[in-house]
């Protein structure tokens, strides 16, 4: 007898973690960040001595790490790794490791161990489809490829990495898009019984709202 999940999906820079943290906090759930244990993974083999390629020895690594969600981030064998996760450089090869077999299966694992009691809004780009695949409420949130680069810069800026243009940040949403949703294993996609919202010209009180409402519907 477990708790409602909430399962919200979609691509880089749709709003996904501003708002999945804002509806967790309204409704008193817990939040799981899956693209954040993917980018940990990512951060560890970058700053390791393997190969990015070398399926075998990330598999290895994968099955030894010790990946913690805390409550204002993530730790990767006991370090902290909240902002290095961040980064253009992970960001550019999290597609790659998350496409690995051996990756996804010990994070879903974890991620669906998180779930067991329930009470969880996840976000991530496989949750309605494959972590979560009976949650009370699939969102699926979309934007135009040019308001996700808009936001991205604007997250840069804040950060202190905004020497970049917005045709850069295009390219690489859609590059990342296209690797995302065209990988063999649990590739990004709408679950059927997903509700798509695009949040185009609506502000995050608009999209947590809806989201609240939608729930307060199933629950
Ligand atoms: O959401 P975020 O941009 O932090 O995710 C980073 C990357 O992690 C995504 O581009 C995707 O390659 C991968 N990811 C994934 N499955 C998830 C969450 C993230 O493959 N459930």
Redesign the pocket.
Known sequence: NRKPIIAI?GP??AG??TVTRRVAQELGLMYL???????AI?WLVLNSNINLEDEAAIAELVSQVNLELTPKGIKINGEDVTEA?RTLQV?AH??A???MESV?QA?VKQ?QSYGQKGGIVA?????GTH?FPNAELKIFLTASVQERARRRLQDLIESGQGDITVNQLEQDIQL?DY??SH?KF?P?QKATDAIEIITDGLTIEDVTAKIITLYREVV
């Open positions: 999906d880089a820079g996904k973690s960040d899956t693209g954040a244990m993917y980018r990512t996760i960001t999290v597609s490791i998350s496409a996804r994070l991620q976000e991530g780009r496989d949750i972590v990342r690797r995302d990988r649990a990004l």
